[in-house]
C-alpha cells in the first residue's frame, strides 16, 4: 500500500514539472515568425522616382499587316488547251499586252495556231504556276501572277475607338524583319467610308515607294502612324504606372510614405506615358520597387534624372 501511494506521489510530481516546463516553453517564450514580420513591416522600401514633367509627345497609332504590290494581276487564258511554253520566267519585265506563255489547243484530228496569253498590265512577273504541257481551263486556271512593284500597299483595318484620328495624307512608318534597322516611310492613302459591320472596324491603305523592290509582296510589316502631336503634355515612365481592375494608378511620394493615386492615361510614346488626370507637375513617381508596396509604406527614394529624355 505505501509502495502504490510512492508510485502515485511520484506520477503527480512529475506532473506538476511537465506542466510548467510546458507553460514556460510555449508562453513565456512565443514563435519568433510574427515577431520577425513584424519588424520586417516596419522597414522601409528601397524604391527609384522620377518627377512628373511637361514634355511633347507624338500622337502614333500602331499597326501591323501584310504587304502587296500595289498593282497585281493573275493572269488566264482565254481558251482551254494545254500550256505549251512560257516566254518569259520570274523575275523578268514585262510591258502591258506582251505575251507570256502560248496556249496548244489541238484537238484530235484538228491543228490550230498556238494562242497567246498577254499580261494585263506592266510589271515584273512575280509567279509562273504551271509545268509545260499542263492541262488549263479558259477563265479558270491561272497561268502567271504580274506585279507591279514600284509601289506596295497595306491594306489596314483601324478600330473604332482611332477613326477620328485617321486622315489622308498622314505620314507612316514600316519596319519589315528583313531590314530591321530601316524605316520605310509611307503615306495614309485611301480610307473607306464605310465601316465594317462584322469587325467594327474601318479600311485604310498605306502606300509606300518602293524604287529598289527591296519590300516584297507577302512582308510582314509593323506600321507607326504619325496622326500629330500632344505638346507640353504631364508625362511620367511606363514603368510608374500600375495597371488594377481596368483601372491605373501610380504611386507618389509625400513625407518618404507611397500613396496610391488614381490617374487618368492618355497617349504612349515609347517608355512614355501621358498623364491627363491624377498627377501635378513636379510630382515624384515611384518607377521601381513596386513589389510589396502597399498605399501608406515606408519608402527610402532614390531619385534618378533625366530618364524621361531618353
Do not use: C
Request: proline share 3%.
Amino acid at each position: 500500500m505505501v509502495k502504490n501511494k510512492r508510485i502515485i506521489w511520484l506520477v503527480i510530481f512529475l506532473l506538476i514539472i511537465a506542466g510548467m516546463f510546458f507553460k514556460r516553453f510555449f508562453f513565456n517564450n512565443p514563435p519568433q515568425g510574427p515577431a520577425l514580420f513584424k519588424r520586417g513591416a516596419l522597414e522601409k522600401i528601397t524604391v527609384k522616382v522620377e518627377k512628373v514633367k511637361r514634355d511633347d509627345l507624338d500622337f502614333i497609332l500602331s499597326y501591323a499587316g501584310s504587304l502587296k504590290a500595289k498593282d497585281e494581276s493573275l493572269v488566264y487564258p482565254k481558251i482551254s488547251g494545254k500550256l505549251s511554253n512560257y516566254l518569259v520566267s520570274e523575275g523578268d519585265r514585262i510591258e502591258k499586252d506582251e505575251t507570256i506563255a502560248l496556249i496548244d489547243r489541238d484537238e484530235t484530228g484538228l491543228k490550230y495556231e498556238l494562242a497567246k496569253v498577254d499580261s494585263p498590265i506592266a510589271g515584273i512577273i512575280g509567279r509562273t504556276f504551271l509545268d509545260k504541257g499542263a492541262n488549263v481551263a479558259s477563265q479558270t486556271t491561272p497561268i502567271a501572277l504580274v506585279v507591279d512593284m514600284d509601289q506596295m500597299i497595306v491594306k489596314l483595318n483601324i478600330s473604332e475607338h482611332d477613326i477620328s484620328d485617321i486622315k489622308k495624307g498622314l505620314s507612316a512608318y514600316l519596319k519589315v524583319d528583313s531590314y530591321p534597322n530601316e524605316d520605310f516611310e509611307g503615306v495614309v492613302s485611301k480610307i473607306s467610308e464605310v465601316i465594317d459591320t462584322q469587325t467594327r472596324t474601318l479600311p485604310i491603305e498605306i502606300l509606300i515607294l518602293n524604287p529598289g523592290h527591296r519590300l516584297k509582296s507577302g512582308m510582314f510589316s509593323r506600321i507607326r502612324i504619325f496622326a500629330g502631336k500632344h505638346p507640353g503634355s504631364l508625362v511620367v515612365l511606363q514603368d510608374g504606372l500600375v495597371k488594377e481592375s481596368s483601372f491605373d494608378y501610380v504611386y507618389i511620394i509625400e513625407d518618404s510614405t507611397a500613396r496610391k493615386v488614381k490617374v487618368t492615361a492618355g497617349i504612349y510614346q515609347d517608355n512614355k506615358v501621358e498623364i491627363l488626370e491624377g498627377l501635378r507637375e513636379g510630382q515624384q513617381v515611384i518607377v521601381f520597387g513596386h513589389q510589396g508596396l502597399k498605399d501608406g509604406s515606408s519608402v527610402n527614394v532614390i531619385e534618378q534624372e533625366n530618364s524621361l529624355q531618353r
